[in-house]
């Protein structure tokens, strides 16, 4: 296990320098000069000179993404053109908040995709399979901002069961400890911040995790049947097991690998693609940083939010295949 | 022998397809004496699986779906147990092995713990006790380092090592009756030979009837005491393995005795039955084995016959051994002769 890990950590590098190629030449693809660009057209020449030795636009770029390499090896993400403060300094919040968002997403997409997939399987063609894979199927088909202010108007406005944005009451905000807000409340030792916090997280986590839940729901459904029907799940039956045993043991691990698969996908897809819900729920979270650097034109933030999205992508997968590895012993590359 | 343990009478288990109804089984009967070997035989797609699989109730359902018969184990209709009653007997009295050693193990769990399993869920024992008789098990079935074994997964071992590992796991908990749908079928053979010598030796030492379902007469004349040759989901004839290969009545296992290879005729072609067997249909007319056969007569075409009696628990299903027609047949034999 050690030694795989070490293996799958190693083949991060060449993943790690195409990335960072990427954002670094998102600066030097715009058309132009990316001074005059970042400054705007009624910029000075003497303002585009000083961007451009700050930047050290006028470096070969070899070398320039030899500096870019080594200030984010020293944990130097620039700085931002709007705020004047190092992005490494500001942005913790903001990932915080979109890793908060997409584990209770997941959360929610994975215990519902999961059960009722399973169900699904065992009670092939019942009433519960056809209705959870109709709802599956609306889930896969609607849109994520439909969806969003579907939840707001009924659940907020009309119902008012729960907030319809933010992370928390923002009369009464909480001292952050990690930027994580339900752990800080509960490092608080306040629970009914938790609780405030929670419901926060119910609405933007069910717009965001509706479609990975009904993606894995289906993969479940599918992956289970097929299993059931192999060559060991009927020698478990030979041996005179129950239906427990062989659906909670033997069928679901086995249908769980490329249930895994599925899952590591869609929380890289909710990371990047979260803007839409995190604009929805003024979320602030990554997806709105790079949101609104692009309405600024803040090169570096685009950049670094770019990188950091990428990177948690990346670290998803390598957790991923870690786990396949602790559920198939045949897996060795 | 009055001590049968398993008697299936007229046993039909069909299929519901699209495209309609094959009687894969139909109207099977055999017996199991306690500690016999029985071996059933017949090409590809005669029903053999199909048997056996009713027996422990795993047809695949749907499509399949036993319509007709008895399963008596000792003197409870199998057919008409509880669920509950099947696993019960499922893996402690009845078990099973299959042809696929490659993947009738689950790959996610070790020897050990699906050794383990099949004790735990019969007997209550606790997980030390369990280890111990499952190491036992391995033992018994000749499998060396066994301890270690205990921890490997199946992909780790070889096809006949798996094998042995699933007869290990079948005969766990002592079972009456061992059912094999060709156990060595995928295995080449060397492997065969000691896979069968394991089974012989396992029901010398614990008494365990065995039902061996095979394609290969080679095989039941190793092992089995009684054979059943079955054709297009029915039995066609019935007998002890020296009366079946010494003399056999039935043209199909004629046909079968003369495919199996011998080794001092080096150079001689291998003989098979010419055609195929056929896919059983509901309302099939006639002896079904009538395309392939070189004695089928009119008769053959127009009627289906039964299962004849010659006596000694020998039967046969073909004209040839009506009495009638012995009878026109000897008469006809002395006629010319004179
Ligand atoms: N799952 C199934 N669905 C439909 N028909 C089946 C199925 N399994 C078996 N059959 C039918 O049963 C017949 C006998 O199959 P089987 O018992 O597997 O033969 P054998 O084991 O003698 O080779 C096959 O010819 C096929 O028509
Ligand atoms: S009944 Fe007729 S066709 Fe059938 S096996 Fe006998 S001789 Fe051949
Ligand atoms: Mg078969």
Redesign the interface.
Known sequence: MFAYTMRRLFMLVPVLIGMTLITFSIVHLIPGNPAQVILGETASETAIKNLEESMGLNEPYALQYTYYVSDLLQGDLGTSLKTKTPISEEIWPYIAATFELTFFAMLFAIIIGVNAGIISAWKQNSWFDFLAMLVALIGVSIPVFWLALMEQWIFAQELSWFPSSGRQDNRDPMEPITYFFVLDSILHGDFSRTFTVLKHLVLPSIALGTIPMAIIARMTRSSMLEVM??????????????QF?IIYK?AL??ALIPVLTVIGLQTGVLLGGAILTETIFSWPGVGRYIYEAITYRDYPVIQSGILIIAFLFVIINLVVDLLYKF????INY | MSDEILKITSLQTHFFTDQGEIPAVDGVSLTVHKGEVVGIVGESGCGKSVTSLSIMQLVPSPPGKIVGGTIHYKSENLLNASKKRIKDIRGNEISMIFQEPMTSLDPLFTIGNQLREALQIHKKINKKQANQKSIEMLKLVGIPRAEEVMNDYPHQLSGGMRQRVMIAISMACDPEILIADEPTTALDVTIQAQILDLMKKLNHEKDTAILLITHDLGVVAEICDRVIVMYAGQVVEEGTTREILKNPTHPYTKGLIRSIPKLHEKDQKLYSIPGTVPKPKMGMLGCRFKDRCEFAHDRCFSEAPELFSLGNNRYSRCFLLDDTERKVASDAEANTGS
């Open positions: 029907r192999s060559d060991y799940i009927r020698t478990v039956q030979a041996k005179g097991s129950g045993l033997h691990k086995n559920i198939d012993p045949r």
